[in-house]
């Protein structure tokens, strides 16, 4: 009975509960659809979508067209093969340049480095005559009347000399800033550069040459500095113009890169203020001791040095290549830049920095220009020569006959995973004959390898020493290109 009367109170008081907070009580209701104004929304949606989609593709069909239209015109530019002057055509006149010196002389350097230029009023002074006469008291009255001996003399006023002394350099600066015009200066721009640390402009700065145009791009030859092959390059003319360059191809072994600037980024005034250099002959008798001018950068920042070429007779070895070496007595940096250039004008070396002899590194070295003239019309023109991956030295007359060596070129070294190395060609061979050609030096060498298309086998015959004579081997080797594929 106590239990039935304990869940009655506990229901009324449940009801009574729930009464207090009938207020609160409320039901959710879905709100209705308007389908019409839905319908709208979508409608308009659409709408829009369909106009920006249409600009849109109005926008992508006149770039397109626009892209279309340059990459025909671009196809349709025949690119002209770059061709250097042969050693002969090197040799020939050239027209006279006009240059200006301090005091607005203009003078005429011709082909033979003579200069023409107005008279000077340098008076001589008189002739001064002593007469010598034998004396009258060693005379006898037999002895006849000795000839009077005449001695002339001309005194020279030492300001005349010194005038002349300074005139000399006044002309010699006038042909640099002549040159000037040919010279290009390369920045290479990379993310890890501290350009507060001054030592960076020299490491990040080259100086390079025009060498001229495929129709398309400016070409110009410049040193690239070690871990710049990801860089931006800028070239700078010099009337202060910045364009973006392209590496178009680089020979690692020499560091000589040759960078397109397309033709159409260039404005017609400094196109026109800048012309492509005049190389000369590095290997003629009279290079030796004949006076030069270093353009460019060779001090480590834009310079001028005069002085003269000492040795023309050194030669560096490379892979597949012997190179050249000037000497000169120009002191300069170690990070010194440029061009070598005569009296006439013409180039006649590349100014280099990693073939210097110990106790020397001021000095300015140079790759003769004759001997990397084909290097530099492969690099302009995306020349790929053959490659079997050797260093090579002559074998001289003295060890022919005191070690009973054969002719022909000796291996230094075999460069690592080359063709040469596939099939087993080892320092100390002596490489006698590439294909049907005989070859008996560096030269020679570079000359028949140069017939070669890449890709194609092509026969090598070499001499090795064993058991105290040269044995005769003969390889077919399957050649490469020598340099990677530039994007």
């Known amino acids: 009975m106590a239990k039935e009367e304990k869940n009655k109170n506990i229901t009324e008081e449940k009801a009574e509960s729930s009464s207090d907070y009938e207020f609160l009580r409320e039901q959710i209701k879905d709100r209705p659809i308007n389908r019409r104004k839905l319908l709208r929304r979508m409608l308009m949606t659409a709408g829009y979508a369909i106009v920006f989609g249409a600009i ?34 090197m040799e020939e006149e050239l027209p006279a340049v006009e240059v200006t010196v301090e005091d607005g002389e203009n003078l005429q350097i011709n082909q033979a480095g003579e200069e023409n230029e107005k008279p000077q009023n340098t008076e001589i002074p008189p002739e001064e005559t002593v007469i010598v006469e034998k004396p009258i008291e060693e005379m006898t009255e037999v002895e006849e009347e000795p000839p009077v001996e005449i001695v002339e003399i001309h005194e020279v006023p030492m300001e005349i000399e010194l005038s002349d002394y300074q005139l000399l350099y006044q002309k010699l600066n006038a042909l ?22 001054d030592s960076n402009w020299y490491k990040n700065h080259a100086s390079g040459m025009i060498l001229g145009d495929n129709g398309q791009e400016l070409l110009v030859l410049a040193m690239q500095p070690s871990g710049m092959d990801n860089a931006i390059v800028r070239a700078t003319f010099p009337d202060g113009t910045s364009v973006n360059a392209m590496l ?23 196109l026109d203020s800048v012309t492509p250099v005049t190389l000369g002959n590095s290997t003629s008798a ?5 006076a030069v001018v270093a353009v460019g950068s060779p001090l480590g920042n834009p310079s001028v040095c005069y002085g003269a070429i000492t040795s023309k007779e050194s030669r560096v070895q490379k892979v597949d290549a012997t190179y050249q070496i000037l000497t000169t007595d120009i002191y300069g940096s170690v990070y010194s830049g440029g ?43 995306g020349a790929n020569p053959a490659y079997l991956g050797i260093v090579a030295g002559p074998v001289s007359e003295e060890a022919m006959e005191a070690l009973s060596m054969p002719a022909g ?19 100390g061979d002596i490489i006698t004959a590439i294909g049907d050609t005989s070859v008996s030096s560096p030269s020679e060498y570079m000359s028949a390898l140069a017939l070669i298309e890449p890709g194609q086998p092509v026969s090598v015959t070499f001499m090795r020493l064993g058991g105290g004579e040269y044995r005769e081997t003969k390889v077919s080797v399957e050649t490469q290109g020598k340099y990677e594929t530039i994007e």
């Not at 770039?63 to 770059?82: D, F, I, Q």
């Not at 070129?409 to 320092?427: D, F, H, R, W």
Request: charged fraction near 20%; charge should be neutral; glycine fraction near 6%.
């Open 56 to 89: 849109a593709c109005g926008v992508f069909v006149l770039l397109l067209r626009s892209a279309n239209k340059r990459n025909e015109n671009e196809s349709e530019t025949v690119l002209t093969r770059v061709e250097l002057p042969t050693v002969e055509q």
């Open 339 to 381: 061009i070598l250039v005569n009296t006439k004008g013409q180039v006649v070396g590349i100014i280099c920095n990693d073939h210097k002899a110990d106790g020397m590194e001021n000095l300015i070295y140079a790759y003769g220009i004759t001997g990397i003239r084909k290097l530099l019309e492969n690099l302009s023109n």
């Open 409 to 427: 070129v000796y291996v230094i070294k075999t460069e690592m995973n080359s063709p040469a190395m596939a099939v087993g060609i080892a320092a």
């Open 248 to 270: 178009k191809q680089l020979d690692k072994d020499t560091s000589l890169a040759v960078y397109g600037i397309k033709l159409r980024t260039i404005s017609k005034q400094t």
């Open 176 to 197: 640099a800033k002549e040159v000037g015009k040919s010279m290009v200066t390369i920045t290479y721009i990379s993310d890890n550069t501290d350009w507060l640390d």
């Open 286 to 290: 009279s290079v030796q001791g004949s």
